[in-house]
């Protein structure tokens, strides 16, 4: 089992930066696939990045790519999730999620998020 808790959200103007961390508890951090997900306001949760349980393979939305960088650090149990030239519409709940692999396309353990607002 892998607990997480999500945090850096916060209230940025757009065109800034903010960078998410996801802390996991557990010894087998590294056997996870690890993703973020967001959630606006009415709208369903959609997968924003995702990387290999070693790291050395991202997945990026479109709407994230060339702004958003996910990365791991496995000896810290932490993932992250940089964010920058924020626009008004990343506004939503950032969730961290992760992935045993065991099951395909699954993921089986998730945070209860952190708020990121971009104002305009």
């Known amino acids: 089992q892998v607990q997480l808790v999500e945090s850096g959200g916060g209230l940025v103007q757009a065109g800034g930066s903010l960078r998410l961390s996801c802390a996991a508890s557990g010894r087998t951090f590294s056997n996870y696939r690890m993703g973020w997900f967001r959630q606006a306001p009415g709208k369903e949760r959609d997968e924003v990045a995702a990387i290999s349980r070693s790291g050395d393979s991202t997945y990026y939305a479109d709407s994230a790519k060339g702004r958003f960088a996910i990365s791991r650090d496995n000896a810290k149990n932490t993932v992250y999730l940089q964010m920058n030239s924020l626009k008004p519409e990343d506004t939503a709940v950032y969730y961290c999620?992760?992935?045993?692999?065991?099951?395909?396309?699954?993921?089986?353990?998730w945070g209860q998020g952190t708020q990121v607002t971009v104002s305009s």
């Open positions: 999620a992760a992935d045993s692999t065991v099951v395909a396309g699954t993921w089986d353990y």
